[in-house]
């Protein structure tokens, strides 16, 4: 067993080295890492056990270093999953506060106001973003153009990437509409049915 768990020590460290300096970039690399430096420590913990074994005759120990090496294990996993549930989840990153990206916007010269803004986090290192956005009136001609000031802005600020925006003119914007989110308000009174003869 102690012969075993030596040559395993060696294959974690040789491979926790090599993942280290991914382990910083990446999610995906990071809990490869930390598996290998669990993998690596639980040799270390069967070594001591087996020596303690060997000379002592302590065969209580083994079960003892099995529940730390899983104790240590749950720990360093409900540590990571939190970032994990979030991407599932698409939650918007804690840093990225919507009302100072809502205030960003609104000073772009052309922008009339923003609503129905969804922020959330797409993959790792990409956000993205999609909201309805009034043009002043009169400055229609120029939508294009305030749209890309908006995304540059966005991008060079805040770092999002991936944006979505359906474009509205003041004059026809939505009626009270939710500035964070999407709630769908339908008046049935004014529906009108058409019927075919």
Known sequence: MVIIATVALVVDAVTALLTYSLSKQSMNIRAAFLHNVADALGSIAVNVAGTLIIVLDWQWIDPLVTLLIAGYILRMSFSEVGPVIRILMLGS???LEAKHILQEIEKTEGVAGVHHLHLWQMQEHENALDMHLVIVSGRWDE???????????????????????????????????????????????????????
Request: glycine share 4%.
């Open 93 to 95: 990153l804690p840093e």
């Open 143 to 197: 939508a294009d153009e305030i749209k890309e000031t908006v995304k540059s802005v966005l991008n060079s600020k805040f770092g999002i990437s991936h944006i979505t925006i359906e474009m509205e003119c003041s004059r026809h914007a939505c009626i009270e509409p939710e500035i964070i989110g999407h709630h769908l308000k339908t008046d049935y009174s004014k529906a009108t049915m058409i019927k075919s003869t």
